[in-house]
């Protein structure tokens, strides 16, 4: 049985103070606090001018050494600056596969969607026969879906994103990563029906002004429906077509009427029709009857 959670009154907890500590011993933790600075900083210098001498240098070699030793540290950064070095001169030769995709990963840690797609493509279109090419394309489309951007933006990202799934779907179509690959897509599908719906909702906000927006909020929510019959704001559409549908048929002049109420009667059949217990379904009603009466 799940015991319900309530929110309870906001009480005051006094703790007892613990007893102070004498003089001795505050002051040798007080060193032996600074000395663990003090390594920790040695350390951190020892390391830091170390990377800085391999990165100074021109061997290639001992830099690709160093690489792979930042890149099992999980030091993506250093990894990443030191293998933008050092992949051209590995191109084609037997540790050119794993030199790009070991930058490629770097940047796909460091959250560089962008760049890290480019080397995930270049490492299993250069190197098909390579043992991570599933994995490289499984990342190069998370990766791309990464930099997918928020819906006011240009959407381009999101379509490429979309592109590289689809050819990850249909080259392991049988895998676990399959299945969240098509979860992954219907998430950017939604996306970008939203951002349809925003717009196909603004041109019904704009009503009448310098034109008939109705019928440009219809067609922007019909056409969503064609390319996202399956998103998650598909009742959304339906619903605003009836609405833009029975506010062009109240503007419209009256020869143009019973006609354009006929269409909104059209309208609501089709979406009771698929949603007859919808959200919208006493509002589109409504919308229904006065159109009926108008008609009549």
């Known amino acids: 049985m799940q015991v319900e959670r309530k929110i309870l009154p906001l009480q005051i907890i006094y703790t007892v103070s613990p ?11 007080k060193r032996l606090y600074s000395l ?4 920790t900083f040695l350390l951190s210098a020892s390391s830091c001018g170390e990377y800085i001498q391999v990165q100074r240098s021109s061997d290639i070699s001992l830099k690709y050494s160093y690489a792979k030793k930042y890149y099992n540290q999980e030091k993506w950064r250093r990894a990443a600056d030191l293998l933008t070095e050092v992949v051209p001169s590995y191109s084609g030769t037997q540790e050119g596969a794993q030199a790009i995709y070991m ?25 098909p026969k390579a043992d991570q090419v599933k994995e490289a394309r499984y990342k190069a489309a998370h990766a791309l879906a990464m930099m997918s951007p928020d819906v006011e933006y240009d959407q381009s990202p999101t379509y490429t994103a979309m592109m590289e799934i689809q050819s990850f779907m249909e080259r392991y179509p049988s895998t676990p990563e399959a299945e969240e690959m098509k979860q992954l897509l219907f998430a950017l599908q939604d996306k970008l029906a939203f951002k349809e719906y925003k717009a196909a909702e603004l041109y019904y906000n704009m009503g009448m002004y ?23 704001y598909a009742e959304d559409f339906y619903y605003l077509i009836i609405q833009a549908l029975y506010a062009q048929a109240e503007n419209s002049v009256a020869q143009k009427m019973p006609q354009r109420f006929r269409n909104v009667i059209d309208a609501y059949h089709d979406y009771a029709a698929r949603y007859p217990q919808g959200k919208y ?10 159109s009926q009466k108008r008609i009549q």
């Open 19 to 29: 007893p102070v500590p004498a003089k001795s011993t505050d002051l040798m933790s």
């Open 36 to 39: 663990i600075v003090f390594f």
């Open 281 to 290: 379904l006493k509002q589109a009603q409504k919308l229904y009857q006065n």
């Open 103 to 127: 930058l490629a990963d770097s940047h796909y840690n460091l959250k560089e969607g962008d760049i890290a797609a480019e080397y995930f493509r270049k490492y299993y279109t250069n190197y």
């Open 210 to 232: 310098m034109g008939n927006n109705y019928e440009s909020s219809v067609l922007t929510a019909r056409n969503a429906l064609v390319a996202y019959p399956y998103s998650q």
